[in-house]
């Protein structure tokens, strides 16, 4: 009894201390993002000249434990650390004009995060799209460009996820997404590169888009893609 009692006791420790190391980094993440974000844009020469805060974070992020089972929590981690990633990536690189300047930037480095390592397309295309099929990670995962959807300056939290998705979706589909003049509709390539993201389960490209658009556009609308702007998303 003495010996069960023991392992239900280091189990439910090691649980405790893995909660708590998540909660810590949404935290830190939190803070950091509200320190250098502001208007969709990042500071990147504050971070160049103190680089410690990310740092720490991504170090703290290696060491995290999560499954795809703990949804919730997985899929903010994941988002979090794909924009974390995102700007190290382009800090190391300064100066810079854009992530395209680094060859390799999305497919060839790689980041230490729970446990193992992972380029960026890894994260977005294996950990969060192959898992869960869900066409708003791409409103959330900011690729450091002008032509991505504005990084809010928060982190992403479990608790309000499903918010936070449903709300970057509706500001891209309502905002410079999308450019609708009648019965034609410019889309950001960003619809063209995952067609098959936004026409899940039967759907068509102007489901998903009325689904989030205020104002809804005839599904006889015409859609072709206007140009991505690869400069970087800095302040």
């Known amino acids: ?12 420790g090691s649980f405790t201390a893995s909660a708590q190391d998540l909660e810590s980094f949404f935290k830190d993440s939190d803070a950091f993002f509200r320190m250098h974000v502001k208007n969709g844009k990042v500071d990147y020469d504050a971070i160049v000249a103190n680089p410690s805060e990310l740092n720490s974070i991504l170090e703290h992020a290696s060491k995290i434990s999560i499954k795809a089972s703990d949804a919730k929590n997985y899929q903010a981690f994941w988002i979090n650390a794909y924009n974390l990633s ?4 382009l800090v190391s690189n300064m100066p810079t004009k854009s992530p395209l300047d680094d060859k ?5 480095t790689t980041y230490n995060l729970a446990g193992q390592k992972v380029t960026l397309n890894t994260i977005e295309n294996k950990l969060l799209r192959a898992q869960f099929k869900d ?3 791409h409103f959330v995962l900011v690729c450091g460009a002008l032509g991505c959807p ?7 939290l479990p608790s309000t996820l499903d918010a936070q998705l449903t709300a ?22 960003i619809m063209k590169w995952y067609n098959d993201d936004f026409k899940m389960n039967g759907t068509t490209e102007i489901d998903f888009i009325n689904t989030y658009r205020t104002e809804k556009v005839s599904e006889k609308a015409k859609i072709s893609y206007f140009p991505y702007n690869w400069s970087i998303n800095k302040q």
């Open 86 to 89: 995102v700007i190290k990536g």
């Open 150 to 156: 504005p990084l809010i300056n928060k982190a992403y």
């Open 135 to 137: 066409a708003r990670f």
């Open 104 to 108: 390799g930037f999305f497919d060839k």
């Open 1 to 12: 009894m003495k010996h069960i009692l023991v392992i239900a006791l280091v189990v439910f």
């Open 168 to 189: 970057q979706t509706k500001k891209a589909i309502n905002g410079s997404f999308l450019k609708v003049k009648k019965n034609k509709i410019e889309a950001s390539e």
